[in-house]
Nanobody, 110 residues
Framework: QVQLVESGGGLVQAGGSLRLSCAAS??????MRWYRQAPGKEREFVAG????????NYADSLKGRFTISRDNAKNTAYLQMNSLKPEDAAIYYC?????WGQGTQVTVSS
């Protein structure tokens, strides 16, 4: 099982941007997905990317604002988040090959 570590979360004003990273260790991960979970809500899918990076998919509500990418040389995936809204505040998790990271907190002030 691959080990995943997220980073890059923090506090940002509405309209701002953040880039999250998900570093994998143990072995190169295959498809990778980002999820998020806000307080009192279920974990929801955010974005996914295949091994080569040639295919991506997004939650419909996030298309155009979020971009997923990966650098296989660094065994790291990214989530670029632009035009952030207060409702984007959540803990963001990466998931791959049956493993989950510990999450990184994103807070958006209005």
């Amino acid at each position: 099982q691959v080990q995943l570590v997220e980073s890059g979360g923090g506090l940002v004003q509405a309209g701002g941007s953040l880039r999250l990273s998900c570093a994998a260790s143990g072995r190169t991960f295959s498809d990778m997905r980002w999820y998020r979970q806000a307080p009192g809500k279920e974990r929801e899918f955010v974005a996914g990317i295949n091994w080569s990076g040639s295919r991506t998919n997004y939650a419909d509500s996030l298309k155009g604002r979020f971009t997923i990418s990966r650098d296989n040389a660094k065994n790291t995936a990214y989530l670029q988040m632009n035009s952030l809204k207060p409702e984007d505040a959540a803990i963001y998790y990466c998931n791959s090959d049956g493993g989950w990271g510990q999450g990184t907190q994103v807070t958006v002030s209005s």
